[in-house]
Each structure stands twice: as structure tokens, then as C-alpha cells.
């Protein structure tokens, strides 16, 4: 696992752009596995700005996304497939991208449909990741199993609490999420994770120095072979000896 310390979410965002950038300029067909909420907000800003003045391309990636909320629609405001396409997708060349049906009426058969489709595109590439506060990935809680593949999650009562300041009172929080699984994620050839706030220093630490269990979701990444965690000073606060 590779570590970048950095001093704040700027030059967090600003790092992982070039990482992305450079793997695009490497594997123009690259597939691209896709966070939301407010830790990529400014990578994919950064992203836009580069395509807008013609320094990047999209149109030959494709992109998944991570997760989406079961039960809003594509179109609803708080959907992650709304996010996805207003802070990034919309903006750029990009002619392929995958999100998975929060309102499908069979969500076990979107599940299955959606990792059919990671595979029919080669697997993951880049998988572009945040961390909860309980050490979650996309939205693997913890007790999630390791060989997990895509499935329907059940939200702790922290993660609908964390996620309730997107909406306007947490009674409208979802309860349940679709979500890419743990091994889905370790299958990508590379893996970046991003982690900004002191909020995150605890997850942060038992990612990096803790065992390696299902109760920290995050931890799994120590067993990846291309894994690099750019972290802010009040992320990496508590890895005072890395």
C-alpha cells in the first residue's frame, strides 16, 4: 500500500487528477470504477476543467459506478446516478458509463447484471474510492464478506446518518443501497482511495494498521498489490510513524 501524505483536500483532489489523467493517457479504453458525495467533488471539477481546455479525453473510457441508493430513480436529485451525471458525466466525451438501477424492480437480477457487465468490459482498471467513517468502501458495510460480489446492502445507522446532510431531514435517507462488492473493488488492477477531514483519521488508521477483518471493510486494501491512499494532514493525522 502506498501512502501519499498531503496538506490538504486541494492538493488531495489535484493529485489524484494526475494519477487519473496519466492512467488515461496510458490505457485510453481504461474502465474507471466511480465514487460519490463530497470527497471527489473537487477531482471531478478538476477533470472537467482539463477536458474543457482540451488536455483530456474520455470517449474511449467507460465507467461504473460504485453504488446507488435502492428506491430513488435515475433522475431524482438525491440518486447517485444524478450526482454522477451533473458533477461529471454531462461534462465530458465519456460514451459508455454503467450505474446501477436504485428502482429496478428486481434488484438481485440488477445485481447480476451489473457485474455481468464489469466483466464483459474486461474487469475494473482504476477504481477510485472514499472511505465512511466506519471504514466502509463504496457502500460494503462492516460485516460485509470479503468475496462479496455486487449486492443489495442494508445502511448502518451511521452511514444514513453521515449521508442525512444531503437531504433535507434524515427520515429520507434510504435504508438500502446497491453497491459494486469487496471483491469486486480488490478485483481492479489499481486502486485509489481518498480520504480528507479529521472525521476520516480514525477509519483512516485501522485501514492502514489494523488487522485485516470484515469489521473494517477499508482494510481489505492491504491485501491489494496497486493500492495508493491520498490523504489529507487531518486524514493522516493519526499515522504519525508512516
Known amino acids: 500500500m502506498n501512502i501519499i501524505k498531503v496538506s490538504n483536500y486541494t492538493t488531495m483532489s489535484t493529485k489524484a487528477k494526475e494519477i487519473v489523467l496519466d492512467r488515461i493517457s496510458d490505457f485510453s479504453d481504461i474502465a474507471l470504477a466511480l465514487p460519490t458525495g463530497n470527497t471527489p467533488e473537487m477531482l471531478y471539477s478538476l477533470l472537467v476543467d482539463e477536458h ?3 488536455r483530456a479525453s474520455f470517449k474511449d473510457a467507460v465507467t461504473f459506478n460504485l453504488d446507488e441508493y435502492v428506491g430513488l ?3 431524482h436529485p438525491m440518486s ?3 450526482y454522477t451525471k451533473n458533477h461529471f458525466l454531462k461534462h ?3 460514451k459508455r458509463s454503467y450505474i446501477p438501477d436504485g428502482s429496478a424492480m428486481d434488484l438481485e437480477e ?3 447484471e451489473y457485474e ?3 466483466r464483459e468490459e474486461g474487469g475494473i482498471d ?3 474510492l472514499g472511505i465512511g467513517r466506519n471504514g466502509h468502501i463504496a457502500f460494503n458495510e462492516p460485516g460485509t464478506s470479503f468475496d462479496s460480489l455486487t449486492h443489495v446492502v442494508e445502511l448502518s445507522e451511521d452511514t444514513i446518518r453521515a449521508n442525512a446532510r444531503f437531504f433535507s431531514k434524515e427520515a429520507e435517507v434510504p435504508k438500502r443501497a446497491i453497491t459494486m462488492g469487496i471483491k469486486t473493488i480488490m478485483g481492479a488492477r489499481e486502486i485509489i482511495l481518498m480520504a480528507s477531514g479529521k472525521e476520516k483519521a ?3 488508521k485501522k485501514a492502514v494498521l489494523g488487522k485485516i477483518n470484515e469489521d473494517v471493510p477499508a482494510s481489505a486494501l492491504q491485501d491489494h498489490g496497486r493500492c495508493t491512499m491520498i490523504l489529507d494532514s487531518d486524514a493522516s493525522s493519526s499515522l504519525k510513524n508512516w
Open 52 to 54: 474543457r481546455k482540451g
Open 73 to 75: 430513480s435515475p433522475d
Open 80 to 82: 447517485y446516478s444524478y
Open 92 to 94: 465530458v466525451d465519456v
Open 110 to 112: 440488477e445485481c447480476t
Open 116 to 118: 455481468d457487465r464489469i
Open 126 to 128: 482504476l477504481a477510485i
Open 202 to 204: 480514525d477509519a483512516v
